[in-house]
Each structure stands twice: as structure tokens, then as C-alpha cells.
């Protein structure tokens, strides 16, 4: 067997060795915290994914051992690999921290901020991106892209207004099922997902655009509006499928299943894909085998409803902007304006624990 | 007079046929490079002439090609890029219906020092009338033994296809063109890796401008040693250029690199000056995406030196009071001509064209277009000028690939050079929808100092 | 249905074999360009289908590759379509004077057509042409140095070759 290089990289002044063929995004990540660089558009699992969305830029101070010249430009963390001796700066670097929040702004600019009516809100990661990286407000003052409807049937709901053409659920269509049905149409700042021709997407893997999409473009239809993820119950389960894994994570409250979705990793990533019919047909607690609580350990709105123990619920004590190192997430979704699920007469925080359905119900008539 | 090494046939009647071309000497670097030169001794010809990419770049075409990777038995391609459309830029187009053998002439050759066996030619749609006059010259081509299998006898075979794009300036761009040629969307590549090692179909592949292309053939013909003495410094040989805006005599010219800006800006040979007595306000040297540069600025360094038509000399000066010789797009606006208006059409250009992969050039290119268009209606703010001033920056450099750059550097410099201009369509909003800035100071002497 | 002649299936089987076998998605473009003058100057999502079965692709990756190009219509066209180039270089030249001038004479603005279905007014991006501006494209060529006269002989002109042809 021949032995695997080892390549030693530096990044924000922490020497790590990693295999060669490893991704900057990678090395960083094995370090961890900070020092990983947001990727928006790149995603482990899907090859040729990556490049795109550019929030994961980072300046090469030193190419290698070999070349020590820096890189002229910043280079896209996931697409560019270590190489020996190499020098990286990420959260060091002012012109990265500069270029990002650029970026962030780009990202925003035509994006509706209606975070309040968005099943994403909670675990979308652009608006981690933005509080974390960006600035408090948009200097952009023309009116923001809009789009025809489409429809992608019976599962998914498609809003391509919030859609930051990352290609994830491209290369899911085109990797994961027999027959892409859906792809990028038009070019530039027009360009959409659609199918063109209206097309009921439903193959068997296709559910997995709804995990993979970084923001509220696809959402499950099957949970539209049914409840914000902060109030369900994460839990890992499994049943014996025949299609997939069978490995998912069940949103509950109560005995309820509201949702189903893939176990996701640290960085947002699926650790196995499910099939549609685990994700949209099995709603029944009966179904599944339940393992236990499931830890959400992304850092942002979702973790805010962070359950530690095995019953019950903390409720964080702490205010957002201590949370949150003083930041002031000023891009957050106020959820007290409109939304179809919680309406604007009802006062969350005077809700004791985790609000049930009961809560909105009593009030509506 | 210089000399002509492309264009010198260009206007022999019928030359557009085979047998014209053939009896004006047509064809004989072909019999010289398949006959008595190896591949390898083409490549070193082409790196001795110290020619340089024609397509923008002006990247060293011996040294590109001289990284083509050599797997066993995968086969490689040259691509010849006809997409030719920064605005400003017409010049291939010339040469190709002019003289269309010529560019079908440097491809054999070129092809052979490659081990090219199928080769492309990827035109922009548009030119579709040039698509057939191409096509009929690659058919009396392979009529008389230069095209097909076993070429003069040597055992090369080679097949030329021309390749017609569909209306998309991001297909110049080398990895999407090669994504287009493979039937997908203009999307430029990530890179690594580079075409060289994985182009076209996976395969290595090498990129080339027309011109670049049929420059091979005068190469060949007079020894790139020769051919290198021909120009100055690093710009060696002959450029074209394609001259438009507000001159006499707009049209494609060869030139031999050691002309100044102002001779070929006036002088009857070339430009034959500016049209109804108007003065020069401004010039953008090499195609819209090079930074523009008032009268002052063009016709003299910053360091008070005639500026010359060559590579290092449009660039003198860096960004900050210099240019770049980009596509040979030669683009003048006279004194009656408005940078705002002028920026923003170049803008929307962009904003057109950007392929929409990255979010700087998708969203940045859209939002530059928008400030720019309500500055040159009067409707702007002072701080919009910072505005695109940062907005600029945050594009440039932070994309896939350089179209970010193209529409980042036209409003950087029209901004660094013209800002007062800009402050003026705000102060004077309702003056700017009826008059011009006009000249200004901006053919006023530079003042350089003596100590 | 769509369907091809004889001929044009003899031309789609000449354009695939320009291309390494097995990668017969890049004859594409050229496809696209024959069906959509084969069909009525525009693709149709039953034309776009029938080129995808074609070349056994799936029909989105044609509707991918028909909306990114800006010479494919995916929309019905007038019978001549002027496409007056509006991009710097041009307007130093006063392209928007014509495009303004074919607007006032044919009664419609950029991206319509006149109600009889003969013209279609575009505006398009750099024509890679500059020297010879003002200019169009109208089909295969362009039209150079356009004056409003010049334009007035080319309404005629189209007018009178459709009313010859009708
Ligand atoms: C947005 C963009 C558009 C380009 N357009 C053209 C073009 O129309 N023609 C061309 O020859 N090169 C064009 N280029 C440059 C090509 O990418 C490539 O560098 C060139 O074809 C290499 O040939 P050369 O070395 O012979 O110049 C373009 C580059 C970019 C980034
Ligand atoms: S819909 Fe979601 S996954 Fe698909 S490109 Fe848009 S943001 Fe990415
Ligand atoms: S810079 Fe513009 S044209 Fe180039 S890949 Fe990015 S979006 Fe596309
Ligand atoms: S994650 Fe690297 S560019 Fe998007
Ligand atoms: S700008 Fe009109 S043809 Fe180039």
C-alpha cells in the first residue's frame, strides 16, 4: 500500500496536517469554529458543487513550501486544495472579513428578507451568513427581482425569489435520480429554477433538494406553514426501507410528526440522503423507531430552542445579543410580524415553553 | 508604412477563393511545417517570435503551448475562438471574411504542432454569413489535400469544424466556450484545472484567438527570429486593430507596434482623426472592458512621454494613468460625448452578458447598471458615486472568472479619471438632460514635474 | 409534431458526427439553430423536445441551454426581426436615434411586434461589428450604417417581399 501524503497547512496561524487532495474548506473545517469559512454553495456530497456563491474566500498568504508566492486574488476555499508548507488566513485576514461582508451584501441584495413568512427561518443559513458576516443594513435602494410562479408539485414549493442559484439542487437531480427534471433556465441576474414545462417533481431521491437548498427556496409542501422549527422536537429515528437508509431526523411536537428530514452534520451537510417516501409519506410516530433527541449544534436561531435535556425544554435565559457576542442580527426575521403562522396578536415570549397549536387556535376566532 | 503580415492580401481580388489564395503564395507554411518541421520545432518557432495572445490577455502563445498535457492515447484539441465580442472589437471578424484561408492556413499548422486531429473553429452566432464563407474555405481546403486524412502525404490527418455559438459574450471566455462547444450553458469553468491539462470533453485542450492563430502562418513563413524583430520589446509583430467611436475613417488596421496613439489616431494611414473638427475627450485603447482614459492621458504618459500603440506602453502607468492593449478595440469619444452615458451602456452590457454563476458579477453587474442609469437621468445621489466606487471593488477579483473584472475596471476608471463629471449630473441634474460636460480640462497638458 | 425533412435529418446526422462519439449533446447549438429555422423563426417546448429526443438527452437540458442564449426565441417572432445594437461604441453613434426612429415608424417598442406579425423590434448588445455603426441584424446579416432613410428602404423592402410572397 502506498502511503497517503500528508501536506502541513496553516490557517489563522494553526498548523494542521491533512492528506494532499484536501480542500482549504476541509483543513479548515477539521480545525473548526471560526476559522471554517461559511460555504453557501459547496457541499460534500455533490460532486462538481462549489465555486459559486464565493462567501468562503480566503486569502493564500504563502502558496506552498515549494512556490511561497502568495495567490494574487482570494481563492474559493472549497475549490482550491492545500498544498505543502502553504499559508492561509480566513477570520485573520482584513481583506477577506472586507470581501465577504461584500459578498453577504451581494447575496442579500435581491433577496425579500420575508423571513417571517419562511419555513427556512431558523436554520437558514443565509441568515447566519448575514448576521455573522455581514453589515447591519442594505445599501440597495431599487426595487428587488421577482419571478413567474412555478410549480414543482405535489412536495415541493418552490420560492425563487429567496434563491441564491447555488446549483446544490442541481447536482442533487442530476446525481441522485435517474431523470433531472429541473435545472437553471435564463442567464444572468434573470436566471430560476424551473422546469419550464410545468413538471410535478417527484422522484424518488428528489425530496433532497429540500435539505440541501441553503435558504427557503425549496421547502417541504408537506410541512408548509405547519409550525416554525424552533417550537419542534428533534429527534433521530430509523425504519426499514427499502429505498434508503432509512436514518432521518423526525420534527415533532408531542406524538406529532410535523416534519422528516435527513441527519444533518455541523456543517448543514445530510449524513445519508432519504428517499421521498420516508421524508413525505411517513408521518405517523408508528412508523419510525425512535433513537433518541437529536443535537443541534449549529450555532444559530435553531439552537435558541436547544434541547439539552431528554424532556422538557431549557428556555435560553440569555438575551439574542449575548448570545450572539453583542452582534445585533439586525437581518433576523422579527416573528412577531406577519406570518401565517404566527399571527401578530400573540406575544411568544408570554407563551410558557414551547408554543402548541392550541396557542394560535384559541386565539383565532 | 509598416508591414503587413495578415491583411497584406486581404483586399487581392478573389483572394477569398482557394485558387487566389493558393497562387498569392496560400498555403506554403503548410508544406514547410508538415514537410520538414517536427511538432516540437513549431512550438519552440512560435515561443522565439515571442508572440502573444491576441484574444485580450496577451498571454505568450509558445509558452500556452507548450503546457498541453500529453496523455497516453487521449486524444487533444485546438479550439480556435471566433466568439469576438468586446465591444469595441472587429477585427477577427475582418480577417475571417476578408481572407478566410488564412485562418484555415494557421490551424493546419497549428494543429499539427498541437496533435490536434479535430479542431474547432467556435464563431459567435451573429456572424453567421462568416460561418459559410468558412465553411466553404474548409471544403476547398480538403478538396486539395490540405484538410482530411493523410495531409500533403506526411501521414497527419486533421478535420476542421466550425462551431456556431447562439448570442453570448461570456462564450469568449476559454472554459465556457468549451462548456458551449460541449452543448451546456455559457458557465465558465472553476479552475483548476486548466483546459491545457482537462479541456473539451475532458480532454486537453488549447484556447486561441483568430489572430493569434493566423499569425502562425507569417511565423512559419519568416522564422519566428525574424518575425520578432518586427515590433518592440515584448510586442512583437503585427496587431490588429479595429478603430470605431468618433473617427474619419473607422475601420481595421494592421499596425507593427511601434506607432505612437497619436499617429494612429490622426493620421490618414490609420484613423484619419476626429470628424467635423470635434476634439478628443476620451479613449478606451484595447475594448470596453480596459480602463478608458482621457485625451491627456492617452496621447502622453503620465510621465510626459508619447505613449505608443504596443503592450507596454498602453499599460504604462499601471491603472492608476495607463490602459491596456486588451483586444486591440480601439473606441474614441469625442468632445461632445458623455462618460456617465457612456459608462452606464457599458454596464448594462455587462450586466447582460454576466452568465449569473457568481454572486458578485450576477448581483454587482445589475446593481452597478441601476445607480449608474439614474446618475445619467439626473436622479442620483453624490454617495453614488462611493457606491459603485465600492461596489466595483468588492467584484473585481472576487469571481470565477474575469467578465467580473471586465465590467469592474470601465467604471473604476471612468470614476478615477472623470469623477468630476459624475459630481456634475448631480449638482446640475436638470443642466445634464440638456447639455453636455463637454472637454472640460481633460485634454488640458499634465503637468509633470521637473524635480 | 415537429418533425424534420429528410434532408435537415441527413445535416443533424453530419453536425453529431462532428463530435467525439458518445458526446453527441455538443452538436446542440447547431441543432438548435436548424430547428428554429425550420420551424417559424422561434423553439417551441415541442420543438426543444424533439431536438432533445434527437440527441437522447433530457428536454431540460435543451430548455437550460435554449434560455441562456440570446439567439434563441423561445417566444413567437414577427416574420423580420430588426436587431439594432445598442451598446457603447454604437450609441457614440447615435444608435439610439435609430432605434428610437424604427420605434416611432413601425409603432412598437424594443421586444414587440407589429400587430400584422411582420416586424419585430430588438434591441441587442455589441454585434461585433463597431466600425459600422449604427447597425442591425436582420437574419443572417447585418445591416450597416443605418440613416433613417436607410431604415425607411428597409421596411420597404421586407414589406414588399412579404407582400410578393403572400
Ligand atoms: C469575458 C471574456 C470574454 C472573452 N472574449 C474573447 C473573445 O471574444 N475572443 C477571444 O479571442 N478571446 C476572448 N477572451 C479571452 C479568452 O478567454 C482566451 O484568453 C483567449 O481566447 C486565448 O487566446 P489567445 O491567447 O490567443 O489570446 C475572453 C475572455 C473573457 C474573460
Ligand atoms: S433553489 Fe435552493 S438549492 Fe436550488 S439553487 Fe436555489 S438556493 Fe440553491
Ligand atoms: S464572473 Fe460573471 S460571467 Fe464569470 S462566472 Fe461569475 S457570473 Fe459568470
Ligand atoms: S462555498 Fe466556496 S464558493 Fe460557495
Ligand atoms: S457596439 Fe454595436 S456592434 Fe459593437
Given at each position: 500500500m502506498s502511503e497517503i501524503q500528508l501536506f502541513k497547512v496553516t490557517i489563522d496561524n494553526i498548523t494542521i496536517e491533512v492528506p494532499a487532495g484536501t480542500s482549504i474548506l476541509h483543513a479548515a473545517r477539521q480545525i473548526g469554529g471560526d476559522v471554517a469559512p461559511p460555504a453557501m454553495c459547496f457541499y460534500s456530497k455533490l460532486e462538481g458543487s462549489g465555486g459559486k456563491c464565493r462567501t468562503c474566500l480566503v486569502e493564500v498568504s504563502k502558496g506552498s513550501e515549494k512556490d511561497p508566492r502568495p495567490m494574487p486574488k482570494l481563492v474559493a476555499s472549497c475549490r482550491t486544495n492545500v498544498m505543502d508548507g502553504m499559508e492561509v488566513k480566513n477570520i485573520t485576514s482584513p481583506k477577506v472579513i472586507d470581501a465577504r461582508a461584500g459578498i453577504v451584501e451581494f447575496l442579500l441584495?435581491?433577496?425579500?428578507?420575508d423571513c417571517p413568512v419562511?419555513?427556512?427561518?431558523?436554520?437558514c443559513h443565509l441568515q447566519d451568513l448575514s448576521f455573522e458576516h455581514g453589515k447591519a443594513d442594505t445599501r440597495y435602494e431599487f426595487q428587488r427581482r421577482t419571478f413567474p410562479k412555478h410549480d414543482l408539485g405535489k412536495y415541493i414549493q418552490l420560492h425563487m425569489t429567496r434563491c441564491i442559484l447555488c446549483y446544490r439542487c442541481v447536482f442533487v437531480a442530476d446525481q441522485l435520480t435517474n431523470k433531472r427534471e429541473h435545472g437553471i433556465l435564463d442567464r444572468g441576474d434573470h436566471s430560476e429554477i424551473a422546469t419550464l414545462i410545468e413538471k410535478n417533481l417527484d422522484n424518488d431521491f428528489i425530496g433532497n433538494v429540500i435539505d440541501v437548498c441553503p435558504v427557503g427556496a425549496l421547502t417541504d409542501k408537506t410541512f408548509r406553514f405547519k409550525n416554525r422549527v424552533w417550537f419542534l422536537k428533534p429527534m433521530d429515528a430509523h425504519r426499514n426501507c427499502p429505498t434508503c437508509s432509512g436514518k432521518v431526523t423526525l420534527w415533532n411536537r408531542g406524538e406529532e410528526v410535523y416534519r422528516v428530514t435527513a441527519r444533518k452534520d455541523q456543517w448543514g451537510e445530510v449524513e445519508d440522503w432519504i428517499c421521498n417516501d420516508c421524508r413525505f409519506e411517513k408521518k405517523q410516530s408508528s412508523d419510525w423507531t425512535i433513537e433518541g433527541p437529536r443535537l443541534?449544534?449549529?450555532?444559530?436561531?435553531?439552537?435558541?430552542?436547544?434541547?439539552?435535556?431528554?424532556?422538557?425544554?431549557?428556555?435560553?435565559?440569555?438575551t439574542f445579543k449575548a448570545v450572539h457576542a453583542g452582534r445585533d442580527p439586525k437581518l433576523l426575521m422579527d416573528i412577531h410580524s406577519v406570518s401565517e403562522v404566527n399571527p401578530?396578536?400573540?406575544?411568544?415570549?408570554?407563551?410558557?415553553?414551547p408554543a402548541h397549536s392550541n396557542n394560535f387556535n384559541s386565539n383565532k376566532d | 508604412m509598416g508591414r503587413k503580415l495578415l491583411l497584406e492580401k486581404a483586399h487581392v481580388p478573389g483572394i477569398r477563393s482557394y485558387e487566389v489564395y493558393r497562387r498569392e503564395g496560400g498555403y506554403a507554411s503548410v508544406e514547410k511545417a508538415l514537410k520538414t518541421m517536427s511538432p516540437e520545432a513549431i512550438v519552440e518557432e512560435v515561443k522565439k517570435s515571442g508572440l502573444r495572445g491576441r484574444g485580450g490577455a496577451g498571454f505568450p502563445a509558445g509558452l500556452k503551448w507548450s503546457f498541453i498535457a500529453k496523455p497516453e492515447g487521449v486524444p487533444r484539441h485546438l479550439v480556435c475562438n471566433a466568439d469576438e465580442s468586446e465591444p469595441g472589437t472587429f477585427k477577427d471578424r475582418y480577417l475571417m471574411e476578408f481572407i478566410p484561408h488564412l485562418l484555415i492556413e494557421g490551424l493546419i499548422v497549428s494543429s499539427y504542432a498541437l496533435g490536434s486531429h479535430a479542431t474547432y473553429i467556435y464563431i459567435r452566432g451573429e456572424y453567421a454569413w462568416i460561418t459559410d464563407i468558412l465553411e466553404q474555405a474548409i471544403n476547398e481546403a480538403k478538396a486539395n489535400g490540405f484538410l482530411g486524412k493523410n495531409i500533403l502525404g506526411t501521414g497527419f490527418d486533421c478535420e476542421i469544424y466550425v462551431h456556431r455559438g447562439a448570442g453570448a459574450y461570456i462564450c469568449g471566455e476559454e472554459t465556457a466556450l468549451i462548456e458551449s462547444l460541449e452543448g451546456k450553458r455559457g458557465n465558465p469553468r472553476i479552475k483548476p484545472p486548466f483546459p491545457a491539462i482537462k479541456g473539451a470533453w475532458g480532454r486537453p485542450t488549447v484556447v486561441n484567438n483568430v489572430e493569434t492563430l493566423a499569425s502562425v502562418v507569417p511565423i512559419i513563413n519568416l522564422g519566428g527570429e525574424e518575425y520578432a524583430t518586427i515590433g518592440v520589446g515584448k510586442s512583437t509583430g503585427t496587431k490588429l486593430i479595429s478603430a470605431c467611436g468618433n473617427i474619419n475613417k473607422p475601420g481595421v488596421y494592421e499596425i507593427d507596434m511601434t506607432i505612437s496613439v497619436e499617429e494612429f489616431l490622426y493620421s490618414d494611414e490609420y484613423?484619419?482623426?476626429?470628424?467635423?473638427g470635434k476634439k478628443l475627450k476620451a479613449c478606451i485603447p484595447g475594448g470596453s472592458s480596459v480602463p478608458i482614459l482621457p485625451a491627456n492621458l492617452l496621447l502622453k504618459t503620465a510621465k510626459g512621454e508619447t505613449r505608443y500603440m504596443n503592450y507596454e506602453s498602453l499599460s504604462d502607468g499601471g491603472f492608476a494613468s495607463g490602459s491596456m492593449m486588451g483586444s486591440g478595440g480601439f473606441i474614441v469619444l469625442d468632445e461632445d460625448q458623455c462618460i456617465v452615458r457612456n459608462t452606464y451602456s457599458l454596464a448594462r452590457f455587462y450586466r447582460h452578458e454576466s452568465c449569473g454563476q457568481c454572486s458578485p458579477c450576477r448581483e454587482g453587474t445589475g446593481w452597478m447598471e441601476k445607480l449608474l442609469y439614474r446618475l445619467e437621468k439626473g436622479e442620483g445621489k453624490s454617495s453614488d458615486i462611493d457606491l459603485l466606487w465600492d461596489i466595483q471593488s468588492k467584484i473585481e477579483g472576487n469571481t470565477i472568472c474575469p467578465l467580473g473584472d471586465a465590467a469592474a475596471w470601465p467604471v473604476a476608471a471612468a470614476i478615477r479619471h472623470f469623477r468630476d463629471e459624475f459630481e456634475w449630473h448631480v449638482t446640475h441634474a436638470a443642466e445634464a438632460q440638456t447639455s453636455n460636460f463637454g472637454l472640460a480640462h481633460y485634454a488640458d497638458p499634465i503637468h509633470v514635474p521637473t524635480v | 409534431m415537429v418533425q424534420f425533412s429528410e434532408e435537415k435529418l441527413a445535416k443533424v446526422k453530419e453536425l453529431i458526427e462532428r463530435y467525439p462519439e458518445g458526446k453527441q449533446k455538443s452538436a446542440l447549438l447547431p441543432l438548435l439553430h436548424l430547428a428554429q429555422d425550420s420551424f417559424g423563426g422561434w423553439l417551441s417546448s415541442d420543438t426543444m423536445d424533439y431536438v432533445a429526443s434527437l440527441l437522447s438527452i433530457e428536454p431540460i437540458e435543451v430548455y437550460e441551454v435554449a434560455t441562456f442564449y440570446s439567439m434563441y426565441n423561445t417566444k413567437p417572432i414577427g416574420k423580420y426581426m430588426f436587431e439594432v445594437c445598442q451598446t457603447g461604441p454604437c450609441m457614440l453613434n447615435g444608435s439610439d436615434n435609430i432605434i428610437e426612429y424604427i420605434s416611432k415608424t413601425l409603432g412598437i417598442k424594443p421586444g414587440e411586434t407589429t400587430a400584422d406579425g411582420l416586424f419585430t423590434l430588438k434591441t441587442v448588445e455589441c454585434l461585433g461589428a463597431c466600425g459600422y455603426a449604427p447597425l442591425m441584424q436582420l437574419g443572417k446579416h447585418y445591416r450597416e450604417h443605418l440613416t433613417k432613410e436607410k431604415v425607411d428602404e428597409i421596411i420597404a423592402e421586407c414589406s414588399n417581399t412579404a407582400a410578393a410572397n403572400n
Open positions: 441584495l435581491n433577496h425579500p428578507l419562511c419555513d427556512q427561518a431558523g436554520e443541534i449544534d449549529r450555532h444559530s436561531v435553531i439552537a435558541q430552542g436547544h434541547y439539552a435535556g431528554t424532556v422538557g425544554t431549557n428556555i435560553p435565559t440569555e401578530t396578536d400573540i406575544e411568544l415570549s408570554l407563551i410558557n415553553g | 484613423c484619419g482623426g476626429i470628424p467635423n | -
